[in-house]
């Protein structure tokens, strides 16, 4: 793990005002684990405070980092809970589409979101996904095979 990465990025988040934080670095995941001790104001700007740090570390990182590239940034464990959210709707659909016969449409992702979605429904042998729309309104379909 390049610790000038670790060093500049407990900085940044300094400079940014929080003074109750830990930065922790998983390197088998390549994942940063953030706490940021900030109430419950800060809970309503987090998910798009992980997604803009996230851009901001991938931009420290530079073009010179390729083993970096596939770095990671939880704050909280907003995206853990996130992926276990995501994860259980998707087996959700699953079950509800299988029973019903029935196209199960899940909101908007991104397309780590969508990702989550097709790897973990691939196993499963009632059902096929399909991701449709554009940009930002991309989503999933989740549908029975058919007999």
């Not at 390049?2 to 300094?14: D, W, Y």
């Not at 088998?28 to 940021?36: D, G, Q, T």
């Not at 973990?120 to 991309?138: I, M, N, W």
Request: aromatic share 8%; net charge negative; glycine share 2%.
């Amino acid at each position: 793990m390049n610790e000038n990465l670790h060093e500049n990025l407990k900085k940044l988040i300094e400079l940014m005002g929080f003074d109750d934080f830990s930065v922790n670095y998983d390197e088998e995941n390549s994942r940063f684990s953030i706490f940021i001790n900030e109430g419950e104001s800060f809970k309503k700007i987090l998910p798009n405070f992980v997604v803009n740090l996230n851009y901001l570390v991938r931009l420290m990182i530079g073009k010179n980092e390729e083993s970096l590239k596939t770095v990671f940034i939880d704050i909280n464990n907003y995206r853990k809970e996130r992926e276990s959210l995501i994860l259980e709707l998707a087996k959700a659909a699953a079950r509800k589409s299988s029973t019903t016969k029935e196209e199960v449409p899940l909101p908007a992702m991104n397309a780590y979101e969508r990702r989550l979605v097709h790897m973990e429904l691939s196993s499963h042998p009632d059902v096929k996904t399909e991701s449709v729309g554009e940009r930002r309104e991309r989503y999933i379909i989740v549908k029975p095979i058919s007999d």
